[in-house]
């Protein structure tokens, strides 16, 4: 059975960075870096996500930030690299449900009625055994307390990724006695980073836009918009958010086509790059490399 990482008892030395880095071949990815899968994505972020960083993804109601949260734990695990993946909002049945749909390029509606053409069956088919045996663990995220859920990862070995979705449903901490969403969501975002360098894992956490005002004259979303005391601001390494230009000006701009945002990169460049989403499919591609 494979190794979870163990976690190192000291940090490496200056002369150690050096060394790995001479004895890294160009163009190579690092052992510490995820790469989520999608090119474009993994070209602006050096490489992918990189172990030991918080993410946080951020988009208005309906964006498609949980799809693209599936989309990356999906691609991350076909790599090999062990995925958890942490529902706030369906269970393990539906959240499959959703990958065989996203893997297979077909309608949620259509797979659950069994509606399939001989081609889309055979789509449904592929993507079965593509998702067997997958490195992917799904977990409730309902708990008592962090702690309860953050326990659920102990029997896992090998991961290189968690992702939770969403930010807003995790628990506090036990004996939390803050008085406010905003300061509980605080808190959970500063053990959430800790767990990162616990576990020695990139860790993606998906959010919903507190301070989002959907009449500005430009919706894309900005550091700003996540509210909760500025943390996001404080404690993630990398802030992304979702805009479809379709959402706020029907008629206009390509159906489908989507602006992911780089709005903090604390090792690397800001920006956005295009992908594309497959709305009937809950499915996200790279715009200047699609999938095959």
């Known amino acids: ?38 090119p474009s994505v993994d070209r602006i972020l050096g490489g992918g996500l990189r172990r030991r960083d ?24 076909q790599q090999g690299l062990g995925v958890a993946f942490f529902s706030g909002e369906m269970d393990e049945e539906r959240l499959m449900e959703r990958a065989l749909a996203v893997e297979g390029r077909v309608a949620v509606d259509e797979l659950r009625a069994a509606k399939l053409s001989d081609q889309t069956r055979a789509g449904v088919g592929g993507a079965a055994v593509r998702l067997r045996g997958l490195p992917l663990a799904i977990l409730p995220l309902a708990a008592a307390d962090f702690e309860t859920l953050t326990a659920r990862l ?29 300061e509980d969501l605080a ?8 767990q990162a360098l616990e576990r020695q894992v990139a860790l993606l956490v998906v959010s919903q836009l507190s301070r989002f005002a959907v009449t500005r004259e430009n919706a894309r979303p900005n550091l700003d918009d996540f509210g909760h005391l500025g943390a ?17 000006h029907p008629g206009y701009g390509v159906e489908g086509a989507t602006e992911l945002l780089v709005l903090k990169n604390r090792n690397g460049p800001t920006g956005f790059v295009d992908l594309y989403f497959y709305r009937r499919w809950m499915r996200f591609e790279d715009m200047l490399d699609p999938d095959r």
């Open 154 to 182: 102990d029997p896992l070995r090998q991961l290189g990724l968690i992702v939770v979705d969403y930010l807003q449903l995790v628990p506090t901490p036990a004996g939390t006695t803050r008085s406010t969403q905003d």
């Open 54 to 77: 918080l993410v946080v993804l951020g988009g208005d109601v309906g964006s498609g930030k949980s799809a693209l949260a599936l989309g990356i734990a999906l691609r991350v695990a």
């Open 187 to 194: 808190l959970v975002l500063q053990r959430l980073k800790a």
């Open 232 to 248: 996001i601001k404080q404690h993630a390494d990398v802030a992304l958010g979702i805009y479809r230009e379709e959402m706020y």
């Open 1 to 38: 059975m494979p190794r979870r990482l163990e976690r190192r008892a000291s940090a490496p030395s200056p002369e150690a960075l050096v060394a790995r880095v001479d004895q890294q071949l160009p163009g190579a990815i690092s052992d510490d870096t995820v790469p989520t899968g999608f």
